[in-house]
């Protein structure tokens, strides 16, 4: 079984700092990942994923993430935080049923604070 | 442009009263999936239909039930609502692939009272 882990539920940082948020992933088979965003009392929007090819990946609101094999890791980045990027980030791995589809299997989430 | 809609957006019910919450989809997608999301955590996968077949997650309670009369539409419903089903429902839809992404709706979030 594949798994994602997100160290830090809760990230502070100030309006224009950096953003990094970490996820760790453990899986047996080449890894396709993602991250998530999710607004208070809304669904989950995708930010970016990786699945084959470049390892570091571009997403939407200016976020990016570097697929590190050696590391396991795929950690969630932003040069500048936005108030605007105040949310809950979750990293996910896709999972085979076995039967033809998949499924994602989330971390734990991580909740991003913006300070003025 | 909504593509996945879900509703309601907030439901009542009472204990023990059964509740339904729908789902549809304008993407034509072949997978659908229902998640539970309890206050503070990751959404947890109940079941998913790929095409007309169901496929139960084995910790989904029998609580639970789930229909996909067409390709548009899935339901899920709740037979016996107790205080701890109160959460936030998500519908999901994706086509095959693994490295397909998949799309939430906005939720429903249920209180069970």
């Known amino acids: 079984a594949q798994s994602v882990t997100q160290l830090g539920s809760h990230v502070s940082v100030s309006e224009g700092a950096l953003v990094l948020l970490r996820c760790n992933y453990s899986s047996s088979v080449p890894p396709y990942l993602f991250w998530y965003v999710q607004y208070p009392n809304q669904g989950l929007q995708l930010l970016l994923k990786?699945?084959?090819?470049?390892?570091l990946v571009k997403g939407i609101n200016g976020f990016e993430a570097e697929f590190k094999k050696s590391e396991t890791s795929f950690h969630l980045t932003k040069p500048s935080a936005h108030m605007s990027d105040a949310a809950e980030y979750f990293c996910?791995?896709?999972?085979?049923?076995?039967?033809?589809?998949?499924?994602?299997?989330f971390g734990k989430g991580t909740k991003l604070s913006v300070i003025p | 442009d909504a593509m996945v809609i879900q509703n309601p957006r907030y439901q009542v019910t009472q204990f023990g009263k059964p509740v339904t919450l729908s789902c549809s989809q304008t993407?034509?997608?072949?997978?659908m999936y229902w998640y539970q999301q309890k206050s503070s955590q990751a959404p947890k996968l109940l079941f998913h239909?790929?095409?007309?077949?169901?496929?139960n997650e084995a910790d989904t309670p029998d609580n639970f039930q789930s229909r996909r009369p067409n390709t548009s539409f899935c339901f899920l419903d709740i037979r016996s609502p107790g205080l701890g089903d109160a959460a936030m429902y998500l519908c999901a839809t994706s086509s095959r692939g693994r490295n397909t992404e998949a799309f939430f709706g906005q939720g429903t979030r249920l209180t069970v009272v």
């Open positions: 996910a791995v896709i999972e085979g049923s076995g039967a033809g589809s998949y499924q994602l299997t």
């Open positions: 990786y699945t084959t090819g470049a390892t």
């Open positions: 993407l034509n997608h072949n997978v």
């Open positions: 239909y790929y095409d007309k077949d169901f496929n």
